[in-house]
């Protein structure tokens, strides 16, 4: 029962984390780091977001085994496998639902895109299952330099920032505000509802 309790809390949370994603995209305005990557390779070889997101999950996770010799990094691959499914099937969801010709409605799908991945982050990570690729790179720089998380962290948007310049020669402002953003309210969240999901998940097996 803990095993399936812990299981819900994660597709909620990864589901919440990807709808997020797609209205970040959809804005146009800007998303994370690695989702500006995952959109440009898409527009330059006209692709899917989410194939463009499993190409890159596997180019990212093959970086993460040579920097740490560990095979478990590959256990990451699943959770890349379902994202890049999801961010296409929500794409088209939330395409088909909210018209985004205009700024307001643009502006509304950016700042509620910022909120929803933040929940769905702080949601997904209270199962401890594997992470995506990216945090797993994240990790493995940390890992491999011996280096804290915040800057491991910031060696990954770093270069996801320059890749994405170098395929598309532009940046939307919006990203920098999803970058410097998500973490504070991701840890807000977290600290807020860390000990209910605990509570939830260790709770009676009784239903």
């Known amino acids: 029962m803990i095993k399936l309790k812990r299981t819900a ?6 589901n919440i984390l990807i709808l997020g994603i797609s209205f970040l995209i959809i804005s146009t305005y800007g998303q994370s780091a690695w989702d500006g990557v995952y959109v440009a390779i898409s527009k330059i070889i006209h692709i899917s977001v989410g194939l463009a997101t499993f190409i890159c999950a596997v180019g990212i996770l093959l970086v993460c085994y ?13 959770t890349s496998v379902v994202q890049s499914l999801l961010i296409d099937f929500y794409l088209v969801l939330v395409k ?6 205009s ?5 509304f799908l950016f700042t509620t895109g910022i909120i929803l991945m ?3 982050c702080s949601i997904y ?4 299952y594997p992470t995506n690729h990216v945090d797993c790179l994240m990790l493995s720089i940390s890992r491999r330099f011996k280096l804290n998380l915040r800057k491991s962290k910031l060696i990954c948007d770093s270069s ?20 410097i953003s998500l973490s504070p309210l991701i840890q807000f969240i977290s600290d807020r509802i860390s000990r209910p999901i605990d509570n939830f998940i260790n709770s009676s097996n009784s239903l």
């Open 9 to 14: 809390i994660y597709l909620i949370g990864f």
């Open 66 to 78: 040579i920097l740490t010799k560990d095979w478990y990094v590959f256990l990451s691959f699943i």
């Open 96 to 101: 088909t639902i909210i018209a985004s010709e």
């Open 103 to 107: 700024i307001s409605a643009r502006i």
């Open 118 to 120: 933040s929940i769905g």
């Open 125 to 128: 990570i209270q199962a401890k």
């Open 160 to 179: 996801a920032i320059l890749i994405t310049l170098i395929i598309a020669r532009r940046i939307a402002l919006g990203t920098f505000i999803v970058l």
